[in-house]
């Protein structure tokens, strides 16, 4: 009897044990491709989120956050996503307007310089965002902004007639065409060449945050910096849809909630590390200013009306509706 009774004892311990190990066996574990380095507060936003996952569903997922573009380089990211190499990704979504213009309505220079503004248009862009993504199998988790994107250059800028013929560089189709009407020539240059597109003349100037230029320190490099807040990119966060709809309904909702806390932890940290980082820049040697001169400014007008006439024609009733919801 006690022989039976131990080995049943026995059992039953081997069952508790291997349904122990089952549970950290069926612990779901992602990898999230991050495009900036790790002292970049869009990075850190990813790593808070991550933690906060594996948080809430008590480490039943967890998420790797692999910085500086090491799995996938910018133009990769989304279609890895899409096709499950990587089940988490985070891009530039402008980077994507060569696919669907309605990605690049936050980089429509001029349109909106402002945090409050970006985050007016994003709110009445977001659901246009979402149901392109949902078609190629993506869902959209959360979106943060950059810092505003300004102009720095190695020459000092007085008239529009400064930009003619200056190499420029530029990371996606809005940077580019917004270069032409400036008189410059486009050059695309990833964020982690910047110092060396510089130093070897491939450019002479940029448009940019001071985020990007703390991060590649500009004042290495460059010497004038115009605060002109040309517009307000964001990076965006997605998942492959088929790897989220596998998590247990629980898990799902506790991603979706720890995706809107980052995404509002997001704009509250940009808007907090702009004007640290202009500060920065300013201490490092870089003549600031607070905007472009009169001139330049008006030359800058002109050239965002005409990107909002030709991204309206491009973007078609979906891309009208965008613009009459923000302007109303």
């Known amino acids: 009897m006690k022989s039976t009774s131990f080995r049943f004892a026995l059992s039953a311990m081997a069952c508790v044990l291997g349904l122990g190990t089952f549970s950290a066996q069926a612990a779901e574990r992602w990898n999230m491709t991050v495009e900036q380095p ?18 809430a569903t008590a480490g039943e997922l967890q998420i790797r956050i692999h910085a500086n573009s ?89 008239s529009m007639a400064d930009f003619k013929g200056m190499k420029f560089r530029a990371y996606n189709p809005a940077t580019s065409r917004m270069t032409e009407l400036m008189g410059a020539i486009p050059t695309v240059i990833q964020t982690g060449e ?5 130093s070897t003349g491939m450019i002479s100037g940029m448009l940019t945050s001071p985020t990007t230029g703390v991060d590649s320190q500009a004042w290495d490099f460059s010497t004038y910096y115009y605060d002109v807040k040309a517009f307000i990119p964001k990076n965006f966060v997605i998942v492959n849809a088929r790897a989220f709809k596998r998590l247990p309904e629980t898990a799902q909702q506790a991603v979706l909630d720890a995706a809107a806390r980052a995404e509002k932890r997001g704009w509250e940290i940009a808007q907090a590390k702009t004007g640290e980082l202009v500060k920065t ?47 109303n």
């Open 70 to 158: 090491v799995l996938f380089k910018r133009p990769e990211v989304k279609r890895a996503v899409q096709t499950g190499q990587v089940q988490v990704g985070d891009v530039l979504m402008s980077v994507l307007g060569n696919e669907d213009p309605i990605y690049e309505v936050d980089s429509v220079p001029f349109l909106a310089r402002s945090y409050d503004e970006a985050q007016k248009l994003w709110a009445v862009s977001r659901p246009a965002v979402e149901a392109r993504l949902a078609k190629q199998g993506i869902k959209l988790l959360y979106a943060m902004p950059w810092s505003p994107q300004s102009i720095y250059s190695k020459t000092p800028i007085s």
């Open 281 to 327: 820049l300013a201490a490092n040697g870089m003549q600031v200013a607070d905007s472009a001169p009169e001139a330049v400014e008006a030359g800058f007008q002109q050239i965002g009306q005409t990107m909002v006439e030709e991204w309206l024609q491009k973007s078609g009733a979906d891309g009208k509706a965008i613009i009459d919801a923000y302007q």
């Open 194 to 198: 910047i110092p060396q597109a510089f």
């Open 38 to 55: 790790d002292g970049n507060f869009i990075t850190a936003v990813a790593r808070d989120f991550s933690k906060d996952v594996e948080s």
